[in-house]
């Protein structure tokens, strides 16, 4: 059974950078996506990715600041957050599914979750 572990989480100050790492074991699940949630909000789509790595897909609220990336030999999804700020403090999740890529961005098709990872960004 595939499992998602994340990592990488943390307290930064706006304008700072950090990545995420999602490790999967167990791999079976053809894309890979990130969501996050924060306090008293719905878990939101953040980006979504093939294992290949060809092909991605972003929510707009990130276009430009957040790259979605995989290291297919570690089973490893990323996600380099640039020029952060306070909207962008979460959990943020990783999940897996077998949906198309642009229909990754709906939580129903995600199969597998991971347990989240907290992002705070404050001064």
């Known amino acids: 059974q595939e499992r998602l572990v994340e990592s990488g989480g943390g307290l930064v100050q706006p304008g700072d950078s950090l990545r995420l790492s999602c490790a999967a074991s167990g791999r079976t699940l053809s894309n890979m996506a990130w969501f996050r949630q924060a306090p008293g909000k719905e878990r939101e789509f953040v980006a979504a990715?093939?294992?290949?790595?060809?092909?991605?897909y972003n929510a707009q609220s990130v276009k430009g600041r957040f790259t979605v990336s995989v290291d297919n030999v570690k089973n490893t999804m990323f996600l380099q957050m640039n020029s952060l700020q306070p909207e962008d403090a979460a959990v943020y999740y990783c999940g897996a599914g077998r949906a198309t890529l642009e229909r990754m961005r709906f939580r129903a098709s995600i199969e597998v979750w991971g347990q989240g990872t907290l992002v705070t960004v404050s001064s």
């Open positions: 990715i093939t294992w290949s790595g060809y092909s991605t």
